[in-house]
């Protein structure tokens, strides 16, 4: 306890001074304890991972460039980390929480978080990056809200709800973890969870012509998911901090990792309605259901749920084409998002990234241009920043798919700060993908069915496509990217499928910067964790 207190001091001490040159901004302190508890989700006695014995975990409400200070003390029985889905780390790739650039947080030890949403707005959620313990909870959402000067493009709702949605399995993390191990597939999900409750374990209560927001992310592991709402309409306004054209949808698919905000007015007569998840391109369909109870309701829900779209592939096409950005609206600034012509940039290079399912070694394993990826005993961060050698090799992974079977590497693709590129995720098989970035945005100029081809170019959206952190690639298809690589840092880049990610399909993009300056990128953190080759090295004076 004595080294746990000794560390939060120092945080708090440097972050004081810090707080200076970062303009005061306003910081908000968490105290987070990770234990095991029994839940029961589907009605199945379960091992669920919890924070201060809460399923899902304690949310983040946060306002732009505020930093946020989060101890972390592990008291499960095996390592732990947190990760931060769509928190860009800006200059601090340090606290971005994959084993790629931390070490786990032993048994009986703490971790302080110290990272700041700059220059942030939205929706976003944090999860455990570490093997499959997703699968057992340890999850929770983060809002960042817009700083109270900065125009909002729609008038404040009466009340903001948090929706985390996704699928889950019956099974114990650990014997997932077991399967996957033996080479073997996830068996099919046994439900849908929202807000860590099966179907009709929620209750979201409102008000007769008043407006509410809806902060949808799916946080499963396996399947995307369409969300609705009986006899409503949702008016979406954000994804994954970019305020979107305010289209009106039906129903809205929201794949592996992607995060929403919708806003919905409740014009319809005083009762009880259907708020509806289900699974999309599955067989069977799973779907859980919430209430919408209007606080005058003479009853209570009736009729069936409403139906959603189910394998539709073109439908889902069309709706994410739609899905675009709000060019007058202001994000985290005042300047219009729009400002940024994000199409009027040359590109200087080309990153193809197409995923495969080989079998390696007798074993189902899945890769990025043929390479399935193997963690170091080093985290790669550390590597790079005490040049230890032999960790890892920059190029072991092409730029391109390159048609061979798989091999195993702990693959690192060297890329230079400020370069603009363009990333072209390809799917030649037939399930539908969903992809991440750490410590980016980027701009989705394109998406269609076949092969991508430099004709492609032609039909790129330059003007107003989404700017968002995690993308789909459907079936057979490809999606296109401009993203500027403006964050020095080690960041990795994986599939949203967590069991395709714990079996290879992901890697790490190092952006370098030759510069060694603070404005590029911050400082070891004092009390970073050391594991690995990194071992008994020093991190910094204070």
């Not at 924070?51 to 946060?62: A, H, V």
């Not at 309701?297 to 084409?321: F, H, M």
Request: net charge neutral.
């Amino acid at each position: 306890m004595r080294s746990l207190w000794w560390s939060l001091l120092v945080v708090q001490i440097l972050f004081l001074l810090l707080g200076f040159s970062n303009g005061e901004s306003p910081y908000r302190w968490y105290n987070w304890n990770i234990t095991y508890g029994d839940i029961y989700p589907l009605g199945v006695k379960q091992q669920g991972i919890l924070i201060n014995g809460q399923f899902p975990g304690p949310p983040i409400d946060s306002v732009t460039n505020d930093n946020l200070i989060i101890n972390v003390f592990n008291s499960l029985d095996e390592p732990f980390l947190l990760s931060w889905n769509g928190i860009q780390q800006r200059r601090n790739s340090w606290q971005d929480g994959v084993y790629g650039t931390n070490c786990p947080i032993p048994p009986g030890q703490n971790f302080t978080y110290v990272l700041q949403v700059k220059d942030q707005i939205g929706s976003f959620f944090y999860f455990p990056s570490l093997a499959m313990h997703k699968a057992a909870g340890g999850y929770g959402g983060i809002i960042i809200r817009s700083r109270p000067l900065i125009p909002v493009p729609f008038p404040p709702p009466t009340g903001d709800y948090t929706i985390l949605v996704g699928d889950w399995f019956k099974l114990n993390h650990t014997d997932l973890k077991a399967i996957l191990d033996g080479g073997n597939d996830l068996p099919f999900p046994d439900g849908i969870l929202v807000n860590g409750r099966g179907s009709n374990g929620l209750t979201f209560t409102v008000d007769q012509g008043r407006t509410y927001r809806f902060r949808i992310s799916n946080v499963g592991l396996t399947t995307a998911i369409n969300f609705r709402i009986q006899g409503h309409k949702m008016v979406l306004v954000e994804a994954e901090g970019t305020h979107t054209l305010q289209n009106t949808y039906e129903s809205l698919d929201i794949h592996l990792g992607q995060s929403y905000s919708v806003l919905v007015t409740m014009d319809q007569p005083g009762q009880d309605y259907y708020i509806v998840a289900s699974t999309r391109f599955t067989s069977p369909v799973l779907t859980a259901t919430s209430i919408l109870h209007y606080s005058n309701s003479a009853g209570g829900v009736s009729g069936p749920p409403p139906g959603g779209p189910t394998i539709e592939i073109d439908w889902s096409l069309n709706q994410a084409r739609s899905i675009r950005q709000n060019l007058t609206a202001s994000g985290p600034r005042p300047n219009p998002q729009g400002s940024y012509h994000y199409g009027l940039v040359n590109t200087t290079r080309t990153i193809r990234l197409a995923n495969s399912a080989p079998m390696i070694n007798g074993k189902k394993r899945y890769a990025v241009n043929s390479v399935s990826f193997i963690p170091a005993d080093t985290p790669l961060k550390l590597a790079d920043y005490f040049k230890i050698p032999g960790v890892f090799n920059l190029g072991s992974i092409q730029d391109y798919p390159t048609g061979g079977g798989g091999y195993l590497q702990t693959s690192v693709m060297a890329a230079d700060f400020r370069a603009y590129v363009e990333v072209v995720f390809e799917n030649p098989e037939d399930t539908v993908q969903s992809w991440h970035i750490d410590g980016h945005i980027f701009f989705v100029v394109g998406m269609d069915g076949g092969q991508w081809s430099a004709a492609s170019r032609l039909n790129y959206n330059l003007r107003d496509g989404i700017s968002r952190c995690t993308i789909q690639v459907y079936p057979r298809s490809w999606t296109a990217l401009y993203m500027p690589l403006d964050n020095v840092g080690m960041w990795n880049i994986r599939s949203e499928n967590w069991a395709r990610q714990y079996l290879g399909q992901q890697f790490y993009l190092r952006v370098y910067s030759p510069v060694n300056s603070w404005r590029d990128e911050y400082p070891i953190p004092i009390g970073a964790l050391l594991c690995g080759r990194a071992s008994g090295r020093k991190t910094r004076p204070l």
